[in-house]
């Protein structure tokens, strides 16, 4: 007998219905609410949503178990489409040398930064890793968070990055859906150091075609940044990850335009991610194209820096725009999308619904799960969230609260069930 969940009472029950594809412009702004909206889940996947009148009189509604969701928002589960989830312990002393006034580089320079993270990660057992991830996992579902992308790239040698895509994939379905990159080129090692081609070379001819053929990873991903790997570099990365049958994500215009987006674009990268220092020629580019603009605004926050993407402007134009969390042990330690959205809205002007939409379906549409997810429609994944707020817009509004009650994955309670029902 198929186990049946009918979720009702929904103040709001934003739906994102439309047509397939991530959605660009105006229609970032077009949530498909349904007022007083009912949803009917079968074995995980939704079956029917409309008004109450109408699917509460269905007869397979009415033996279903009930969730009731009165005066709540429902809204699709985050896909959150950039993490660094498997990290170890925080870089406390890095938070407070920035603080101090020192810069990204500088404390990198004193030891600090992505390397001093690749040291943690080497010396740990993968069971310390999975207790750390599983953990900052939870708190994500507990936030709203139904799909995440974990990404590998602190390891840097064959050990490392191998025991790091190998924890993503025990973490998948504890409790979140977990899609894995690997950033084997995130930065040059330090067996490396002063030789980054040498690196890239030994990536392309053992590390990456042990990762492709044991199906360790979706995705590939590069650094291209001051500091990080120029775009020659990233171009043969990149390449070699596409002919092994990768996708590809790119890290790029954080700190330098490289000219990492027309890279993107020409490789049919599925994601170009941060892109705060965007050139506004670009802009054009991505709008034409299939590929994602993902934002982390959490990293210029806590960072303390003032420029953020140029959203608004790659909106305007017509691009696909995703939010996500960065969440990183250094510069973006932050699981929770709400206050993503927050920062997506006061410092890059997006709109409620916008932010909504770039953390959902578009997220989804960057892991390439827009079949799947991100939207609240007949046939996909019933990944939700009930808000407990009675409009939408108060989930950014009240930045740095948790307002989620329960978030479902393929119609199972995977966080606040307990204390929803005590409720």
Not at 61 to 81: H, N, Q, W
Not at 318 to 337: H, I, R
Request: with cysteine; charged share 20%; net charge neutral.
């Amino acid at each position: 007998m198929a186990k049946r969940l009918l979720v009702r009472g929904a103040r709001q029950l934003l739906t994102l219905r439309g047509p397939s594809g991530p959605r660009r412009g105006a229609a970032m702004r077009e949530l498909g609410i349904i007022e007083s909206g009912v949803m009917l889940v079968e074995d995980g996947v939704i079956t029917n949503i409309g008004p109450a009148r109408r699917v509460e009189n269905l007869g397979a509604a009415r033996d279903a178990e009930e969730l009731d969701a009165t005066g709540c928002v429902v809204m699709p589960g985050f896909v959150d489409s950039h993490t660094h989830l498997i990290h170890g312990p925080p870089r406390l002393s890095d938070y407070e040398a920035q603080i101090e006034g020192k810069s990204y580089k500088e404390i990198s320079a004193a030891g600090g930064g992505i390397l001093w993270t690749v040291k943690m990660v080497r010396d740990a057992t993968a069971r310390r890793l999975e207790a750390q991830a599983g953990a900052d996992a939870r708190r994500m579902a507990a936030c709203g968070t139904t799909t995440v992308e974990v990404k590998s790239g602190y390891g840097l040698d064959e050990g490392g990055e191998l025991k790091c895509l190998r924890v993503a994939a025990w973490l998948d379905s504890r409790p979140l859906e977990v899609i894995r990159t690997f950033l084997g080129a995130h930065v040059t090692p330090p067996e490396f150091s002063g030789h980054a081609d040498r690196y890239i070379d030994w990536l392309i001819s053992e590390l990456l075609p042990a990762v492709a053929a044991r199906r360790l990873a979706q995705f590939a991903d590069v650094y291209c940044d001051e500091g990080a790997y120029t775009l020659a570099q990233a171009r043969r990365y990149l390449s070699a990850a596409k002919d092994a049958g990768l996708g590809l994500r790119i890290h790029a215009a954080q700190f330098q335009d490289l000219g990492a987006v027309r890279m993107a674009v020409e490789l049919g990268a599925r994601s170009v991610d941060h892109l705060e220092n965007l050139d506004l020629r670009d802009i054009d580019m991505l709008a034409r194209s299939p590929v994602v603009a993902t934002l982390l605004p959490g990293s210029v926050f806590h960072m303390g820096l003032s420029r953020y993407a140029p959203a608004r402007a790659l909106i305007d134009a017509g691009a696909a725009v995703a939010l996500a969390t960065d969440y990183n042990p250094g510069t973006s330690p932050t699981w929770n999308m709400q206050m993503v959205l927050a920062l997506a809205c006061t410092q890059m002007h997006m709109t409620p619904a916008e932010a909504i939409t770039a953390a959902t379906l578009n997220g989804a549409h960057a892991l390439g799960l827009g079949g799947l997810t991100g939207s609240l429609e007949a046939g996909k994944q019933a990944d939700f969230v009930v808000m407990g707020v009675p409009d939408y817009r108060e989930v950014p509004y009240h930045f740095g609260a948790n307002h989620a009650r329960v978030t479902v994955k393929r119609g199972e309670m995977i966080a606040g069930a307990k204390e929803y029902k005590e409720s």
